[in-house]
């Protein structure tokens, strides 16, 4: 049960986070770098796809590990440098192998994982102890 709440609350927490940061803080930073990339609509059932995996590494990479006891540094460090790798292989990849992907993007980008990553994590071991459900 409580693995289920870490992961209910991560995605929530990631949710939110990501939307802002695409939605509202980056999106022009984005388009004027990357935009002849951009589709005009995301896909969706990817995106959905992508979300639900991501946040079962979270909680399994770096949530897991601030649980027992109740430790969100913890969890921040392993989110953070989980989303440092997967971010960073995400970038690493577009800048050697996509005409006209950008360095500024990809480590933008890879800070806003790592950052996220981080966040997510250890905002979720505080909301589980807040619920009781970390030791």
Known sequence: MRYLAAYLIALVIFLVLDGLW?????RG???SRIGDLILDQPRWGVAAV???????GLVYF????GLDPARPAVAALN???FGFFAYLTY???NLSTLKGYSA??????????TIMGAAV???TVIALGLLRMAD
């Open 50 to 56: 992508f979300y639900a995996l991501y946040v079962v």
């Open 62 to 65: 770096a949530v897991s590990t």
């Open 22 to 26: 695409l939605g509202l803080v980056a």
């Open 79 to 81: 989110g953070g440098l």
């Open 91 to 93: 970038n690493a990849t």
């Open 104 to 113: 500024v993007v990809a480590a933008v980008d890879t800070t806003w994982g």
């Open 29 to 31: 930073f984005y388009m």
């Open 121 to 123: 994590a250890g905002l």
